[in-house]
């Protein structure tokens, strides 16, 4: 069974025992559990064979900042209570969440923070807690930031497949993988230079937050093996309890008022109850039906993962609704994709461009990453908000052909061909590109980088830093890299970006909706999603069956995938995502295999 992201842990079944009949007269004490995994979209597969029967909607990174948020300006709230054992979070998450813990304790309130652990990022995290409080026997794996890319050429030679990969831009290292052995130089240097600034970031955010040098978290991190007490002793740490003794303590000090509120992140979510099957045939007709805010609002569409044909289609939906909805003020695209098809870029672009000529503000906030296809939805909007640690620019192109002639000799299958047209046989899948054929897709793409700068340069102006293809050629940046050069407008997260909506919009009581709405995998499983788009918008994109796929679904039958560790397992599926993409568009903007950490 799989986990929810708010399961019920030992630490906050004990802690939020107290607060099962709380009173009007309770003091409301929230609890962050912040295990696992947290998405933009809060996404589920809702196929029948993958089916959570949970009717509760998972929580996003947008419930979780506005929460602390709200939680910053309640005056009833007198501290909150944050956990974060094996919290799923990336970097540009933890940045932000880190900020609304600031903003809790800046109000005058207690922020307690409790993990069996500590990391980076629990690390990070703790560094703004009033309380930032460890297992005395928790492991301690603050050694440094590693990061490991698989290539794939050696396997795809054993078995005859060649890929044949033409480039945009000399940065541009996406395909490298499945045609090197190792990385070029130029991808090498890429990797360096992001792996540096990250490392840099945390270790200064961790050690302004805790009030200790910078020197001395280097010196704690490359001790390698280092203990609990050691954490202490620096500084990195506020105590050593266990979570029993932790739970007495916070009882103790709140009394008998306080209610630990593990639903608070859930406020104002409407769920269904599912009691019986009525339950379930009254959802399946009311799934899918949009209610108009009655009040003005800032719409917070959120696009997530690889920009294909499908992908984009409820990100687009929602923005062509908002068009015609006279309560949406402002529109802020939460943008978390390396890119992909660089057609369906272009469509998801060209919404955006119906919205922003409707004179509303437009901004928007690029999550863990925003490059290559992911920039190129963003570059037409009023502002771009980034966390340092975002990865984005990758402005470039390239294009892949699959050979396959080798393999299918060694299976004993020929092929016999016919062809009308002198380059009917462009994308033959037995031979590589010929000379004249690879200057021709050159050109080709040439022709889409050159529309992908020409976006940029009618989206950011004079505020691009110089001229823009010394920028582009598939260079990729960190958030903080990018400010300096002109591809983003200020350092921040989605709060942020929703705040500076509001202001520009003139909106006096921001409020703020997500787009498309979170849903329950029985929500997911029944609705539609494309309701409602209105008379304007009646030739209309649908997602369809997703091309290929083979090897995916072989590796998830035959379970290969699950003997990999979870790090190499997420590069293979990235990997395998790219290549689904690549036989729907044969052209991308899509970023080269990032570091993860």
Not at 193 to 221: H, P
Request: glycine fraction near 10%; aromatic fraction near 8%.
């Amino acid at each position: 069974m799989k986990k929810s992201i708010f399961t019920l842990c030992p630490f906050l079944a004990i802690i939020m025992g107290s607060s099962l009949f709380a009173s009007e007269s309770t003091v409301p004490i929230p609890v962050f559990d912040l295990t696992g995994v947290i998405t933009e979209s809060g996404a589920v597969d809702a196929g029948l064979l993958n089916f959570d029967p949970n009717p509760r909607r998972p929580v996003t990174h947008f419930d979780v900042v506005t929460s602390l948020q709200e939680a910053a300006g309640a005056e009833e709230i007198p501290a909150i209570v944050v956990e974060v054992d094996q919290a799923g979070l990336s970097i540009d998450q933890l940045q932000e969440i880190k900020r609304g813990m600031d903003s809790v304790r800046a109000a005058g309130k207690e922020v307690w923070l409790y993990s069996d652990g500590l990391n980076f990022k629990t690390a990070l995290l703790g560094s703004a807690a009033s309380n930032f409080v460890l297992n005395p026997e928790g492991d301690v794996s603050m050694s440094g930031l590693h990061s490991e890319s698989l290539y794939f050429k050696g396997l795809l030679d054993k078995v005859g497949v060649v890929i044949d990969v033409v480039h945009i831009g000399d940065f541009k290292s996406a395909g490298e993988n499945f045609y090197r052995t190792a990385p070029s130089a130029a991808a090498e240097k890429q990797s360096a230079l992001l792996l540096d600034s990250l490392y840099t970031t945390v270790v200064t955010e961790i050690a302004k937050g805790r009030g200790v040098t910078r020197d001395s978290v280097y010196d704690f991190i490359d001790r390698g093996v280092v203990t609990a007490r050691d954490a202490k002793k620096l500084g990195l740490v506020d105590r050593l309890q266990t979570r029993t003794d932790l739970v007495e303590e916070l009882q103790a000090k709140f009394g008998e008022e306080a209610a630990f509120d593990r639903e608070y992140v859930r406020k104002g979510v409407k769920e269904p109850e599912i009691d019986g099957f009525l339950d379930v045939m009254k959802l399946m007709f009311s799934s899918g039906k949009n209610k108009a805010p009655k009040e003005d609002y800032v719409g917070v569409v959120v696009f997530e993962g690889a920009i294909d044909f499908n992908s984009i289609v409820p990100a687009r939906n929602e923005v062509l609704r908002l068009i015609d909805d006279e309560k949406c003020q402002a529109l802020v695209l939460r943008v978390n994709s390396p890119g992909g098809s660089a057609l369906a870029s272009e469509i998801l672009w060209e919404a955006l461009d119906e919205f922003a000529q409707s004179e509303r503000p437009f901004l928007v906030s690029m999550g863990n990453v925003a490059a290559s296809g992911g920039y190129y939805i963003s570059s037409g909007s009023d502002l771009i908000f980034a966390e340092p640690s975002t990865i984005t620019g990758s402005i470039g192109v390239v294009g892949m052909k699959f050979a396959m002639g080798e393999v299918m000799e060694k299976l004993g299958i020929s092929s016999h061909e016919m062809k009308r047209g002198e380059h009917a046989d462009l994308y033959n899948t037995t031979r590589p590109f010929s000379k004249v054929e690879r200057q021709m897709i050159r050109q080709s793409m040439l022709g889409v980088y050159g529309t992908f700068k020409k976006r940029i340069v009618d989206g950011r102006g004079e505020r691009i830093v110089g001229d823009l293809e010394s920028l582009a050629g598939g260079r990729v940046y960190s958030g903080a890299d990018a400010l300096r050069i002109g591809l983003v407008d200020e350092l921040g997260g989605l709060t942020d970006a929703i705040a500076k909506a509001a202001e520009m919009a003139g909106m006096e009581d921001p409020r703020a909706i997500m787009f498309p709405e979170p849903k329950s995998a029985f929500d997911s499983l029944f609705g539609s999603g494309d309701e409602g788009l209105g008379n304007d918008h009646f030739i209309t994109l649908e997602a369809g069956v997703e091309p290929g796929g083979a090897v995916a679904s072989w590796l998830q039958k035959e379970g290969l995938l699950s003997l990999l560790p979870a790090d190499k397992r997420d590069q293979v599926q990235a990997h395998l995502n790219q290549l689904k993409s690549l036989q729907a568009d044969r052209i991308q903007l899509i970023a080269p295999p990032l570091p993860k950490f």
